[in-house]
């Protein structure tokens, strides 16, 4: 009985190794593509604050579209390095407000995806600073 017993336990010595390898790579996909998640969340944040900047300055008195665009443009490099070289941005006055404007591919990190990219899109309108007569 004793002789059964320690037979069908060395029978599971390597289970445990076996289920591991098997959990491992399941596991590691998951990861990645929490991190790649985070990663593309947290492009599309600095584009909209990048727009949202960038605007507020531009719609200051005395700026202009270029110094807001500008601004944009530094944010975005501050927040993405070498990946906001792949966006654009534009500013246009509009009469009473400034819009700043910008979209670009983020690229993915993921392996078996290299060479593919996320568009991202952000766009900012802020009202002019300055006197207005009037109610």
Do not use: K
Request: net charge negative; hydrophobic share 45%; glycine share 12%.
């Amino acid at each position: 009985m004793a002789r059964t017993a320690f037979r069908l336990l060395g029978a599971e010595r390597g289970q445990s190794m076996v289920e591991f390898a098997l959990a491992l790579p399941v596991l590691l996909v998951i990861l990645i593509g929490v991190v790649q998640f985070a990663l593309v969340y947290h492009a599309r944040d600095v584009a909209t604050t990048a727009v949202q900047e960038g605007a507020r300055l531009a719609a200051a008195e005395g700026r202009t579209p270029a110094e807001g665009a500008a601004r944009a443009r530094e944010v975005l490099e501050s927040g993405l390095g070498r990946s906001a070289g792949g966006f654009g941005v534009t500013a246009q006055d509009r009469g009473e407000t400034m819009v700043v404007h910008t979209e670009g591919d983020y690229p993915l990190f993921i392996p078996w995806v290299t060479g593919r990219s996320i568009p991202i899109e952000a766009t900012a309108e802020v009202r002019q600073e300055g006197f207005r007569s009037g109610p």
